[in-house]
């Protein structure tokens, strides 16, 4: 049974830290999932649910499904239940342009996503998120969005449908129907409530404690109106790595307020550093 | 000698509450204004100043500055010395739409900024924040967007020059150059400084932690680029309530570091209520 307020289940864990900023364990350098799952209040990504992957879209599942590296879900059950019944969704990523080149981890949700997009023939709109690199990294406006533009060249290798794709940097496309539902976005989320989530300090600036707004409302198809005007408020599922949970914590709590169903996740481990643990 | 940091300023004075959402005086109800100069660190526009701007303009000054109904600045003789050396500046001014029409009091900023558009043959920006008005009255995206555009009509019915002005509700304009502005300032100012500017406290929502850069950014001219592109760094004069001074503070200290002019002020006391004082 869900709890009505996800974000209530984060508590601070000693042990091990996982957030979008920061991803350290315990002794021994793993990170504990089952843990982490508890933690985050998200739920397992089971093999019936996996078999019925399989039944839906007439292929084989995902090597990353069968092997555990996408390992936890919200509400991916709903997903699989609209597309049964003929309904649409749509899957929302992102990269945070913060170097050069993108790296095997980096790739791991692209890969993911554009295995999905061909098994359920759906949009995907990708979101570079040039302001938050440019407000945590400390880098230029003008840097980041170079670093966007590079990035999107590795993104594109991927080989999305390009007839279905959307793929967007914040300094461009902020701005219109997308700055409308940040504001709405934003007065429902108390400073108490984002401190609580992603623990921000009084010596951190505003520009971060305004971002989660930003990374929140590419769930919303209202957000994309050249996209979505006319369709029936479709669903968005989310692939991602689950240190990015705590963004959709807070956008599933915020969006039946605003009318919009919560934005179901399908979340990966995280890639292993290329290092000897002794 | 102003002090580096004009944000400090800023002391909580029992006695009087002057900030952008709440003014209230002391027993009888009169503002003292004198303790407020003091207060936010700002200097009162004296009878040489207004001599100065009879000889540049070569008309007789506004009664809003004969009667001292605009009685402090910030800067106002830097633009004064910037115009005699035939350098450019420019006006900003706004207006949060919070109810259907303007009246007196919100009509004083206008009416004095049409004459200082005149007297300088200067261009001209009004900000609509329909936004903050959705912020903080709780009124829903349309209902401020509507409000904005009603007041606009009060706005243009003062007689500016169509030519020289700009007028924009932030739903529509936000975005681009401007957005990038709004990140640049938002990555210098820390949770702590809008908390002892403003007073928030943890449960306000983050839109309201998010504002102070969007009313900060109309101060500095590549927020509009199709108005100032190419032209050099022009100097910009805000005329407005003293009421507003927190999020000019706030700008000047910020302006600096971007490689901006500070911008300059001319600050208005309040309309009288319409009340009887026993």
Redesign the interface.
């Known amino acids: 049974m869900e709890k009505k307020d996800e974000t209530q289940h984060h508590e601070p864990e000693l042990d091990q830290v996982v957030n979008p900023w920061q991803v350290s364990a315990k002794d021994g350098g793993k990170i504990d999932y089952d843990k982490l799952i508890d933690q985050f209040g998200c739920q397992r990504l089971d093999q019936s649910l996996i078999d019925r992957v399989h039944r839906l879209t007439s292929r084989p599942p995902h090597v990353f499904l069968r092997r555990g590296v996408f390992f936890a879900h919200r509400d991916f059950n709903d997903i699989l239940d609209a597309y049964e019944k003929g309904q649409k969704f749509y899957l929302y990523t992102g990269r945070g342009p913060s170097s050069e080149a993108l790296h095997l981890g980096h790739l791991i949700p692209f890969m993911f996503t554009k295995y999905l997009q061909d098994a359920f023939k759906v949009p995907l709109v990708i979101q570079l998120t040039d302001?938050e690199k440019?407000?945590w990294k400390?880098l230029s406006?003008e840097e980041s969005q170079r670093l966007a533009r590079e990035n999107a060249k590795d993104i594109i290798a991927c080989g999305f449908d390009i007839s279905r794709t959307f793929i967007f940097s914040d300094?461009?496309?902020?701005?219109?129907a997308f700055?409308?539902n940040m504001?709405?976005v934003?007065?429902?989320?108390?400073?108490?409530k984002?401190?609580g989530i992603f623990g921000?300090?009084?010596?951190?600036?505003?520009?971060k404690?305004?971002f989660?707004?930003i990374q929140a409302v590419p769930s919303f198809p209202s957000s994309f109106p050249h996209l979505f005007q006319g369709k029936d408020n479709p669903r968005c599922l989310i692939p991602c790595a689950i240190d990015q949970d705590p963004y959709f914590r807070m956008t599933r709590d915020v969006a039946p307020r605003l009318g919009y169903h919560k934005p179901a996740l399908i979340e990966s481990s995280f890639f292993p550093a290329l290092q000897v643990y002794v």
């Open positions: 302001d440019c407000m400390n406006v300094f461009d496309y902020v701005g219109g700055y409308k504001v709405r934003a007065k429902c989320v108390t400073l108490n984002v401190t921000f300090s009084g010596e951190d600036h505003i520009g404690i305004s989660p707004p």
